[in-house]
């Protein structure tokens, strides 16, 4: 343990100090003796501090959650409470101040009380608030505090390594999530647009005669009284898409503050879009590419699916392969060694240098995380190891800063041809991507093969401005935010109009963070077009500048 003087400490050793230096300048034995009983006072307050400290941790001083779940799912930019308490088993109580959360930076933690005293043989209920602004996992890996000895002058930090995992999803599922997974099953087709078609369904087709096979309960009795024939009701149903949503999760458009970067704006609009055909019944496929296929789920329908559909949002576009993180693996090390500390009490007989070791141990540790993560991608297997230590507690890995803007082109228009190929055949595409500034050949090509098959291909554009729009007041923030915005927002632009030119329809979606930077605020018109959970404005307005 470690012990640390409060400033009032700090004030009383400086003193006593002083007085020891006069009474050894003036030869006053008296001012020499009032210092050496202050400096002696303050040694044995530390002393003492590290005695009452030391048991209470003997006697149990310990932090557990309220609950018996260690992982909560919840949309992004909800606010969710966790309850917690500190028990202090001694037979004195233990003052405390500054109780902070450790926890993940992509999340935003209060707790409350911050101050206070565990009463002897009793506990402190704690609330944790905890906020998403981003999709994926993290962690509440704990929580922090200084124990004050008496008579207060110095302070024991002790730390409660107690893992609470928060799985983040994306806001549109929020409420299909929480929906049963059982039930009957819907009637709907494996391709084609949405049109009628015969079959079993609740509108009537028409009145025909009476066929061999027919089942009675389709007889239409007063009709056929009335024409003197057994007529027979046919119905008609609706033949449903087999949609595919394509997210580009370069690692590029995580760039900005947590929250307001383009991916975390890409994933919600590109989940509205899932969840609005799930609900009309369609078979949803689901391609997450970054500088590969990064997630791939083949076309299904329902809220067990909905689910695996949020969760490869989350996660397909997550930083924790080597590729995408900027950790390099002596990187992860550290934060591995220094996450698994109050975890393994053996750890200290691992030497820094010594990775292979820490390997091991943090392999050994991955059984007490609250998330299962699989391998990430690493030149080793000892990297692997690590990153995937990384990704099982929720740790923060931050995505690489080199753009792989041309490698994610060419799997992305890979991916959009071979859909062209799959069976059921799709009959819509939606791209959530930046739109290329230069023609693409191969991607030219994917776009007429799906047209071929029948398939219409939509582009929501993404918005790289978004990292910039929430930068401070100052005037060289707002110049060269302003800067970056026209040039982004000419150079999206230009792809749109290339994307036209290849036969793809063109959407956007307007929300007030993008809106209240125009000039003046004013609204748009929007056109509803084909989702309405969606507010796509026309692909033929572009936005005004800021001013």
């Known amino acids: 343990m470690q012990v640390y003087p409060t400033r009032s400490a700090v004030h009383l050793a400086l003193g006593g100090a002083v007085v020891v230096v006069a009474g050894l300048v003036l030869r006053e034995p008296a001012l020499l003796a009032w210092g050496g009983g202050i400096v002696f006072a303050i040694a044995l307050a530390r002393a003492s501090a590290l005695v009452s400290v030391s048991r209470i941790r003997g006697a149990g001083f310990e932090m557990l959650w309220s609950t018996d779940r260690r992982v909560v799912s919840v949309p992004r930019g909800t606010v969710v409470e966790i309850k917690a308490e500190v028990r202090n088993r001694d037979t004195r109580a233990a003052r405390y101040v500054h109780l902070r959360p450790v926890h993940s930076s992509t999340l935003e933690v ?19 608030r905890v906020a998403t602004p981003r999709v994926g996992r993290h962690a509440v890996h704990g929580l922090s505090l200084e124990v004050q000895g008496s008579p207060g002058l110095f302070e024991v930090p002790l730390t409660f390594a107690n893992p609470f995992g928060i799985e983040v999803l994306p806001k549109p599922f929020g409420a299909l999530l929480s929906s049963a997974r059982g039930g009957r099953s819907r009637m709907g087709a494996d391709m084609g647009q949405p049109g009628p078609s015969p079959g079993d369904g609740t509108e009537l087709r028409e009145l025909r005669e009476h066929q061999p096979g027919d089942p009675f309960k389709r007889i239409a009795w007063r009709p056929s009284a009335r024409r003197g024939q057994l007529l027979v009701r046919d119905f008609e149903r609706e033949e449903r898409d087999v949609v595919w949503v394509v997210l580009d999760a370069s690692a590029e458009l995580w760039a900005g503050r947590p929250g307001h970067a383009p991916l975390d704006f890409g994933i919600d609009e590109i989940a509205s879009v899932a969840r609005h055909h799930l609900t009309r019944g369609d078979r949803v496929g689901m391609v997450v590419i970054g500088g590969r296929i990064r997630a791939l789920l083949e076309p299904d329908r329902g809220a067990r699916h909905a689910q695996h559909l949020a ?10 392969d080597a590729d995408r ?12 060694m220094e996450h698994l500390r109050p975890l393994d009490s053996r750890l200290g007989d691992v030497p820094r240098h010594d990775l292979d070791r820490l390997a091991f141990r943090a392999e050994v540790a991955i059984a007490k995380a609250p998330f299962v993560a699989p391998l990430p991608e690493g ?15 929720g740790i923060d890995s931050p995505a690489r800063s080199d753009p792989e803007r041309q490698r994610t082109d060419e799997a992305l228009a890979r991916m959009l041809d071979r859909i062209a190929q799959r069976k059921p055949r ?4 939606h791209v959530w991507s930046t739109a290329p500034e230069r023609q693409n050949p191969e991607l030219r090509h994917a776009v007429i093969r799906l047209r071929k098959g029948g398939a219409s291909v939509r582009w929501i554009t993404a918005h790289q401005e978004e990292s910039v729009l929430a930068l401070d007041d100052r005037a060289v923030s707002r110049v060269v935010a302003d800067a970056v915005v026209l040039r982004s927002r000419t150079a999206r632009e230009r792809g749109e ?10 959407e956007r979606i307007r929300r007030p963070s993008i809106a209240q930077h125009t000039e003046g605020g004013a609204p748009e018109t ?22």
């Not at 994307?499 to 063109?506: A, E, T």
């Open 110 to 128: 209060s707790i409350d009380p911050a101050t206070g005293e565990v009463p002897a043989g009793g506990r402190l209920h704690v609330i944790v």
């Open 325 to 336: 993180s900027e950790l390099e693996e002596r990187d992860v090390a550290l934060r591995v």
């Open 426 to 429: 799709a009959s819509l595409v």
């Open 526 to 547: 929007e056109d509803r077009a084909s989702h309405p959970l969606l507010h796509v404005t026309s692909s033929s307005m572009t936005p005004r500048p800021r001013p």
């Open 497 to 506: 109009r290339n994307l036209r030119g290849m036969g793809i329809r063109v």
């Open 311 to 320: 969760l490869g949002l989350a996660l397909g576009a997550g930083t924790y």
């Open 379 to 393: 030149p080793t297997q000892r990297e692997r190891v690590l990153r995937q230590y990384l990704a099982a507690f």
